[in-house]
């Protein structure tokens, strides 16, 4: 999983997923006072930005979801 976007017109900029990231990866855009992704290839995929988003305003993708591969395999 990733964060795939963070929709622009449910976001209010509340700022609660730029606290929530413990890998610093949102951010806030300075004049359009919206939350934007600036750092993905820092994301842990822990999904925190998602979860506690008020406004359900982030989409998260599983574009890099990595299979776990197990010894029998």
């Known amino acids: 999983m990733a964060i795939k ?3 622009p017109d449910l976001c209010t ?3 609660i ?3 929530s990231c413990p890998m610093d990866v949102i ?3 300075e004049i359009e006072k919206k939350a934007t ?3 993905l290839e820092d994301c842990t995929v822990c999904g925190w ?3 506690d988003c008020p406004e359900d305003a982030i989409i998260i993708t599983l574009e890099k ?6 010894s029998w395999e």
Not at 65 to 70: E, H, M, N
């Open 65 to 70: 979801y990595l299979p776990i591969i197990g």
């Open 37 to 39: 992704i600036k750092y």
């Open 49 to 51: 930005c998602a979860e």
């Open 13 to 15: 900029g509340c700022k």
């Open 5 to 7: 976007i963070i929709d």
């Open 17 to 19: 997923c730029v606290l």
């Open 27 to 29: 951010r806030m855009e």
